[in-house]
């Protein structure tokens, strides 16, 4: 995911030094104290680029989101949610060359122009995969019109094939402002493409080509911004990094696909109506968790590469950016789970209220999945892409069934899945992780604290106050309400229980942004 002009590079954030080089900072037992500051600061600066690029845009793009939601049915959303059965092939056009640009700092420059030619010809076979099996899927679907569909959207996997080392390199060089201009202006492009596309009445293909024309959009820049050379493969100079990708594309693959199984298990059992509601209320409800952690998750590997034989600066990372992601993500997901039946009807109209159900139960799970994020990337960082590779593997058998036995309840009984089995799956990977870093489990539960109890007493005062207002209020007003409610509930317990420790982040977040 990143190209290099020399072995000794210093990278840059749109101006901003990074001083030491990550892997004598790796080496050093006793890192010095500048050189740690300066790594916290831009890692600040990257975090706060990708927030206000990510907000700045999502404001826009979720606005004509909601009108494309208006337009189209849950079953155009449904057809689409059908070729997750292909996510695989998608990350044959990877193969972990990306993540490998970024950690492997050894590579020369001619590996890394003989990666640039394997990554083009992966999306190129990917592809021609896809559209061998659009058939059958479509057949096993029942599904005719399913195949032209898997042969326009599986086109990205040439798009994507063509960009990655491009983008792994403007990912180790830090160049995070650039990279999220791009990511905001292709969710901007997206989103006006595909209301348009929906308003002229293209139905599910006002999806297919909004999406198309927004990765279009950002591999363009993205090549542009930092082309590579290339270079016929040979097998002695590309084994080394794509042996060390192989585990972690197994595992983003293996990841993907049982992230995916609850669309199967839905749209198998239940039919595409049924996976349309699903579909979106999966999305809805782990909105909050999504934009909060990709300001950290987009940017974290490149520092966790720069750190990992530092495990004091591992752990004081790991404590500090899990209480900031905690604070932000466990009111954002359960209160948007507690006030789910006034918002569907309000914001998206009475025809997705069948989403409620599993938008309220999969809001637990997003608010617990914000916080674990972390733990995968630190572990690969540190050497152990293998272990979580295994861990992603048997969490497939473990959630397949877990959703086929909830599917009997409906798409409420396919949501419960993931909150009774979920937890179970990734202890392993905490068990590793502390072990790893030496980090005792209350030295890592004690910075949730805030969050807790603030969450906490937030729930007791919307369930309160949803009991004592009058049935037959106005839905808005009471979803307003029951909103403010939360929000006041939630400030005034960090305020009174947690003032100095909320004051002490926001000091040390000043402190660095002024150098």
């Known amino acids: 995911m990143q190209s290099e002009q020399s072995l000794v590079l210093k990278p840059e954030l749109d101006g901003i030094s990074v001083a030491a080089q990550p892997d004598s900072l790796s080496t050093r037992k006793e ?41 189209l049915s849950p079953a155009d959303f449904g057809l689409l949610a059908l070729q997750v ?39 190129l076979g990917s592809y021609a995969l896809a559209a061998a099996a659009a058939l059958p899927v479509a057949r096993f679907y029942k599904i005719p019109r399913l195949v032209p569909v898997i042969l326009v959207s599986s086109l990205g996997m040439i798009i994507n094939g063509a960009q990655l080392v491009s983008n792994g390199l403007m990912m180790k060089e830090m160049r995070y402002r650039a ?58 100079s590309v084994s080394q990094p794509l042996a060390f990708g192989r585990h972690c594309v197994v595992s983003t693959m293996a990841a993907d696909v049982y992230e995916s199984l609850d669309n199967f298990t839905a749209g198998r059992v239940l039919g595409p109506a049924a996976l349309g509601l699903y579909g979106m209320a999966w999305t ?34 790991i404590r500090n950016l899990t209480e900031c992601i905690a604070l932000l993500t466990f009111p954002g997901c359960v209160g948007l789970g507690l006030v789910v039946h006034e918002f569907v009807p309000v914001v998206l109209g009475p025809k997705w209220l069948g989403m409620a159900g599993p938008m309220a139960v999969l809001s637990i799970y997003a608010g617990l999945r914000s916080i674990v994020a972390l733990i995968p990337k630190l572990l690969v960082s540190m050497g152990n892409s293998r272990f979580v590779m295994w861990v992603d593997l048997i969490t497939l058998p473990v959630l397949g069934i877990a959703f086929y036995i909830g599917s009997y309840w409906g798409i409420t009984g396919i949501a419960w899945g993931w909150v009774v089995a979920y937890p179970w799956v990734v202890l392993p990977l905490y068990r590793k992780a502390f072990a790893a870093i030496k980090m005792s489990a209350m030295e890592y539960l004690r910075p949730l604290r805030p969050a807790l109890e603030g969450t906490i007493v937030m729930t007791m005062a919307v369930v ?52």
């Open 31 to 71: 890192p010095d104290s500048s050189s740690t500051r300066k790594m916290d600061r831009s890692l600040l600066d990257s975090v706060a680029w990708n927030t206000a690029t990510d907000w700045i845009s999502q404001i826009f793009t979720w606005a004509l989101f909601l009108i494309t939601i208006r337009v």
């Open 85 to 123: 059965v292909l996510l695989p092939l998608a990350y044959t056009s990877t193969l972990g060359i990306g993540r490998a640009v970024v950690t492997l700092r050894e590579l020369t420059e001619e590996q890394i122009s003989q990666l640039n030619t394997v990554g083009l010809l992966l999306g």
């Open 179 to 236: 990279l999220c201009t791009f990511n905001a202006l292709t969710a901007v492009v997206t989103a006006l493409l595909t209301v348009l596309f929906a308003w002229r009445g293209w139905g599910y293909w006002a999806l297919i080509f909004g999406g198309m024309a927004g990765g279009i959009l950002r591999s363009t820049l993205v090549l542009l911004a930092r082309p590579h050379a290339y270079a016929f493969p040979r097998w002695s």
């Open 284 to 317: 809805l409800a782990n909105l909050p968790m999504e934009k909060v952690t990709s300001m950290v998750t987009m940017v974290i590997a490149t520092y966790l590469a720069a750190i990992k034989n530092d495990l004091a600066a591992l752990r004081r990372y």
């Open 464 to 515: 309160s106050v949803r009991h004592a207002l009058p049935g037959n209020w106005i839905v808005s007003v009471r979803l307003a309400l029951e909103v403010l409610t939360g929000v006041l509930f939630y400030a005034a317990t960090l305020w009174l229980r947690h003032r100095e420790r909320i004051f002490a982040l926001v000091q040390t977040i000043k402190d660095l942004r002024r150098g």
